[in-house]
C-alpha cells in the first residue's frame, strides 16, 4: 500500500466532514483536478484505507436526552447540599430517597455531552461522596403532563 500524501489526506478530511459531497466540490477545496480526487478515493477504497461510508442517525440528539443520578452526600441534611442541583438549568426534580443513596436527580439535557458535563460537575462537588448514572432510553407512562 502506497503512504499517504497531502493530497490523499486532505481528501480524506473532506470526505470525514461530508462524505455525500460532490467530487467536484473535494476536488475545488484540495485544488486538483475531478478526476484525480476519483482516482485517489477509488485507489483508497481498493487499498482499504478507506473502508466504507456509514450514515449516523442522531434522533436522540434531537430530542435530547434525560437522566437520573442517584447521589449520596455527605452533608448531615439533604437540604444543605440542593444548592449544587438548583445551579443547574437542566435539573427539573431533585427528591430525597431512602436507601444508599440520599437523592435522586431527574435531568433532562440538550446532548449526551451536556449530560456528561452536568454529571462531571456534580462529580466535582467536595460534598458530593457517590453519583450513580441511570439514562432513560425508553417512557412508557408518563402521567404528569
Known sequence: MDKLDKFDNAII???????RQSISHIADAVSLSRS?????????????VI?????LLSESQ????????????????CADVVHVFQNIPEVVTCRGITGDM??????QASSMRRLHEIREYIDAQTDIIKIKTHVVLSEWIDNQG
Open 13 to 19: 478530511a473532506e470526505l470525514r466532514q461530508n462524505a
Open 36 to 48: 484525480a480526487v476519483s482516482e485517489r478515493i477509488k485507489k483508497m477504497e481498493h487499498n482499504g
Open 51 to 55: 473502508r466504507g461510508y456509514q450514515v
Open 62 to 77: 434531537k430530542e435530547g436526552v434525560s437522566a437520573y443520578f442517584e447521589i449520596q452526600h455527605q452533608c448531615p441534611r
Open 102 to 107: 440520599d437523592l435522586l436527580v431527574y435531568v
